[in-house]
Nanobody, 125 residues
């Protein structure tokens, strides 16, 4: 079972940028597609984006498309979420997830195998 630890969250002004990292333990990192999700206070956890096991394909929620970019470094067992042009509505706890690579639709992943503990992102107006 892969274990995930996020970092890089914090407080930023609207229009600013942050880069989140998610470090995975174990040698099986490259077997997984990886995803980012977020949960704002009083709301359900929502999909942000995913990246395929080899990094060739990425999918994003409409709300972040063009502003957020997911990348991964399989040699370092790490996936990243670069967030630009941040808005107050991006405020949430951000979670990374390991996804079974057999999941047929990474734009709507369902085969979540592991979650990180989350990192808080707060965007002030």
């Amino acid at each position: 079972q892969v274990q995930l630890v996020e970092s890089g969250g914090g407080l930023v002004q609207a229009g600013g940028s942050l880069r989140l990292s998610c470090a995975a333990s174990g040698r099986t990192f490259r077997w997984y597609a990886m995803g980012w999700f977020r949960q704002a206070p009083g709301k359900e956890r929502e999909f942000v984006g995913t990246i395929s096991w080899n990094g060739d394909n990425a999918y994003y929620a409409d709300s972040v498309k063009g502003r957020f970019t997911i990348s991964r470094d399989n040699a370092e067992n790490t996936v990243y979420l670069q967030m630009n042009s941040l808005k107050p509505e991006d405020t949430a706890v951000y979670y990374c997830a390991a996804i079974d690579s057999s999941d047929a639709d990474l734009s709507h992943p369902t085969k979540i195998q592991a979650w990180g503990q989350g990192t808080q992102v707060t965007v002030s107006s």
